[in-house]
């Protein structure tokens, strides 16, 4: 079946060091590949994504490419601030499956001043 | 533009008591999934409706849960009776989908229903 695997948290981060978050996933044919940011005591948001092989997501400085014959979609930041504290969830789509997000267990950040 | 509306915010009853989520989705939007998020299981998927119908609830743990669409525009979760272990925080998404197309559309979440069953 469809899977989604993250690196397990939670990752402590000092103010400016370079952000890594694992995510490889189990899917047949050709998902689309999400990360979406839940800030403590809120809802998911989407932080982007990437719906074919090769291509690049970007926000807030963060980016991921969706690499097919690694199946991995790593979230990366150059320089993370103590606001980018939050758990990031990476999530994939299949077209056959109604459009429903199956996610990764999640990774918890952490980025002291 | 408004987007997942959820209600109630928080919730706090007691074992063996009716609750009630709801939920309106974007409008316009034509799929909308509740999902549960807990410390041990992380983010589940219950059921989720496409055009008002569900498609899938295999995700539903058990009879006590049911989940209904009367319209485009709103939604309810009902859990009777509730048990301690229903604690949760409760999602409700919407997007727009292409059927059989992986068109990457974007799932909005609302803000969560954060129950607690005593």
């Known amino acids: 079946g469809n899977s989604v695997t993250q690196m397990e948290g939670p990752v402590t981060l000092s103010e400016e060091a370079f952000l890594t978050i694992n995510c490889t996933y189990t899917?047949?044919?050709?998902?689309?590949l999400f990360w979406y940011v839940q800030y403590p005591g809120e809802g998911l948001q989407l932080l982007l994504k990437?719906?074919?092989?090769?291509d690049k997501g970007s926000n807030k400085g963060f980016e991921a490419t969706y690499r097919k014959e690694t199946t991995s979609f790593h979230l990366e930041k150059g320089s993370v601030q103590v606001s980018d504290s939050a758990v990031y969830f990476c999530?994939?789509?299949?077209?056959?499956?109604?459009?429903?997000?199956?996610f990764g267990q999640g990774t918890e950040l952490s980025v002291k001043p | 533009d408004a987007g997942v509306i959820q209600s109630p915010r928080h919730e706090v009853t007691e074992m063996g008591q009716e609750v009630t989520l709801r939920c309106k989705p974007i409008?316009?939007?034509?799929?909308l999934f509740w999902y549960r998020q807990t410390m041990m299981r992380g983010l589940e998927l219950l059921i989720y409706?496409?055009?008002?119908?569900?498609?899938?609830d295999s995700g539903m743990p058990e009879d006590r849960f049911s989940a209904k669409m009367p319209n485009a525009s709103f939604s309810t979760l009902k859990i009777q009776p509730s048990e301690p272990r229903d604690s949760a925080v409760y999602f409700c998404?919407?997007?727009?989908?292409?059927?059989?197309?992986?068109?990457?559309?974007?799932?909005?979440f609302g803000e969560g229903s954060w129950l607690t069953v005593v």
């Open positions: 899917a047949t044919g050709y998902p689309s």
């Open positions: 409008s316009g939007h034509n799929s």
């Open positions: 999530a994939l789509t299949r077209g056959n499956q109604g459009g429903k997000l199956i």
């Open positions: 998404a919407s997007s727009l989908y292409g059927m059989g197309q992986d068109t990457g559309n974007t799932i909005y």
């Open positions: 409706f496409n055009n008002n119908v569900p498609i899938d």
């Open positions: 990437a719906t074919k092989a090769d």
